[in-house]
């Protein structure tokens, strides 16, 4: 077959995944009107070779975004994007540096994972932080007092105050979500999942080949396989049901489920039963706030907050860290934001 005919057959494969797709951008449960279609219609022939990646990435903006604007976008670049006047970028102060990970506990109590490991607790804007625990690969902090770490050996650790009172949870231990000071999901490094109440000699397991997991109270838990399924447990996995499948990550709230596709970075919301709405692409990470409002990190470094989609967006930072696994943004809620720079550095943001 000669390049030509192959860069035909995947425009025309291309065609065919936009018709598919027409029908679930725009306006939740609206069809477009014919317009908008022959306007994306357009926009996807405008594309270029789709063989190459600019081109590419022109065909997915005409797909996510309004087609109008992602015309002009392939054609003459995007505007530049500046954060509202007084908020975002624009009202931040610093509270931290060489920072890794983070977490912000009632109200106004922070800790921080620094570069050298060491877990620091302090209160924001007082500078009476102190080391809590001087090795710690990642943390969950429950209060301003009792937090769980997860030591770089795999050791899990319930500690009050500081490391020198802790109390061993869990060894080989990957990951965690701590619901109170005695009851923790722990995912071990061999993808088994268990619920333990004080420690691992209390536990029932919950499901295996585990990738990812988000306990919503002492029974139901969301469950990511390790083959990109989502399923919703209630107690084990002998009681399941699938949700979605080829995720590389996804968030519940309430009723409303937020999926980011693997393969193509989609981030898609649905709302108990209902079909599936796309929110956004080009997606690097996201925190939802509600079944409407979710501030999403973009792939070039950039933070949003989006109302219901990108169409209705605030841009809240930009050089953001990106770096897999590590959480470098936390929305308190809809108007305080904290976000955590490429440089380390941790800033305090409102939105309006």
């Known amino acids: 077959m000669s390049l030509a005919n192959a860069r035909r057959i995947l425009f025309s494969l291309a065609l065919i995944a936009l018709a598919g797709a027409a029908g679930a951008v725009g306006a939740a449960g609206a069809e477009e009107d014919a317009r908008t279609k022959q306007l994306r219609l357009l926009c996807a022939q405008l594309s270029g070779d789709l063989t190459e990646p600019g081109a590419l990435a022109a065909f997915r903006r005409c797909l996510s975004q309004e087609p109008t604007s992602a015309i002009k976008e392939n054609a003459f670049g995007a505007a530049p994007a500046a954060a509202p006047a ?114 691992m000699k209390n536990r029932g397991e919950v499901d295996r080949d585990v990738a990812a997991f988000q306990a919503i109270d002492a029974s139901v838990v969301y469950v990511g396989a390790r083959d990109g399924t989502l399923w919703r447990e209630s107690g084990s996995a002998a009681t399941r049901s699938l949700v979605a499948s080829k995720l590389a990550a996804f968030h519940v709230v309430g009723e409303t489920v937020y999926a980011l596709t693997a393969a193509d970075r989609v981030l898609w919301r649905a709302a108990g039963n209902g079909k599936p709405e796309q929110v956004d692409a080009e997606v690097a990470a996201f925190q939802p706030i509600d079944a409407r409002l979710v501030y999403v990190l973009a792939k070039d470094g950039r933070l949003w907050s989006e109302l219901v989609d990108n169409r209705h967006r605030a841009l809240v930072d930009s050089g953001v860290l990106l770096q897999p696994g590590v959480i470098s943004f936390q929305a308190i809620d809809a108007h305080q934001v904290y976000v955590l720079g490429g440089d380390h550095r941790l800033w305090a943001e409102k939105m309006p």
């Not at 770490?149 to 231990?173: F, H, Y």
């Open 86 to 199: 007084g908020y975002g970028r624009n009202s931040r102060r610093m509270v931290a540096g060489a920072v890794t990970r983070f977490q912000v506990a009632s109200g106004d109590t922070l800790y921080v994972i620094t570069t050298d490991g060491k877990l620091w607790r302090e209160t924001i804007d007082r500078k009476d932080g102190r080391v809590v625990d001087p090795a710690v690969a990642s943390f969950q902090a429950i209060d301003g007092a009792l937090f769980y770490a997860l030591g770089p050996d795999g050791k899990l650790w319930r500690e009050n105050a500081d490391a020198k009172t802790r109390t061993l949870v869990d060894v080989g231990a990957a990951a965690f979500q701590a619901l109170d000071g005695n009851l923790v999901y722990v995912l071990g490094r061999d993808g088994k999942l268990w619920r333990e109440s004080g420690d």
